[in-house]
């Protein structure tokens, strides 16, 4: 199936069979969280007036809309008519660009590539830039795009599987794309089935037999969107997954004494994947000892990152939330897994320092390559 098709008929299915119930609204994990009193049923049949160019995004759509944060907490929400609450933002989102001038017209990478440069030397810039083709390893690791912005990460990660020592080939993500690039999440639908096609593509070429994701974000869209068009005939798996299944290939000299809270990425907590890995590989470092936070699994909290610029407030007071529960937990450090989730809960803890004082956050790639006595300095540090 085309998954601009499957776009189609939802959107079909929304304006045709919605029975306003409102479950979508009131179910929605950042609507709760704002403590706004929004009518669900008049939100819903604002929505679907808009969808059907009757009329504009009223306020309450308006809200709706800004302040997802993509979190896929709304996936497992009984809808009687069997719609993917979250398929609704993605319509609103595509309909809003359809309707200007040049809908697909934006820089997909507008700041990655530079300060990937910026923040790297020569050397790794060429090591994360550069396709790197092993075909009969039947290993491949795809980064995604956004981790180029703090390049870090990505070497620590690369520090980590080479560490682990297994020949793999590398797809550079600003090369290679999983399609939830802004132009596939504003709604291009055939620009993401491309682009995934593409990277599927060329790893089913390379004879993959597993495929590791830093991202969060990739594994997420193949579960949701990809999976209408392409299902991989290999394993896909993140790369906490991979490196807690080859622990013992690795040491950590350099381990040290120390409490940590774990934030798992609100996509894959929601989803229930790869929740415990991350864990597994934080319990294995000598002198860690993890504690859990109020929020965990598939009850997490967001870090409130993707609705930073359209509603600060809900996104701070999201982020907000998380430190302190890490505070209350009594870790020292809040351990994430995302570098989004990183960046955001940074500045959260440094533009709010009462939220959680003394708490620091630092990345699980920082983590386990500094246990392993090979971390770098945080890009986003100082
Ligand atoms: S993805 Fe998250 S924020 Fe967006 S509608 Fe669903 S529950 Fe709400
Ligand atoms: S949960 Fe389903 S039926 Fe109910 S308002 Fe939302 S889309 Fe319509």
Redesign the pocket.
Known sequence: MKLVDYYKDSESRLINDCVRCGA?VT?????AFSGKDIDPVATQNEIIDFLRGESELGMAGRF?FK????????LDLPCPIGLN??L??ELIARKTQLAKEHPWGMPLYPVHAALAEERSSAAEYGRISELSLKPGSGLVFFPGCNVYKQPDKLLNALDIMDAIGKDYSFLPGLAYCCGASVRGNSGDADWLQGSAEKLFGLAEELGAKKMVFWCHTCLSVLHNQVRHFYRPPFECLSFSAYVAGNLDALEFPAARPCRVAFHVPCKSGYMGLDTESPRKVLRAIPGTELVEMEHEGRNTL?CGGRATDSMPDLAGGLAAARLAEAKASGAQILVDLCHNCHEFLLAAARSRPEAAPGLAVENFSCYVARAMGRGREDSLAG
């Open positions: 979508c179910g929605c994990r950042a609507v709706k302040s997802c944060t993509r979190c896929y907490g709304c609450p979250m609704i933002v967001c």
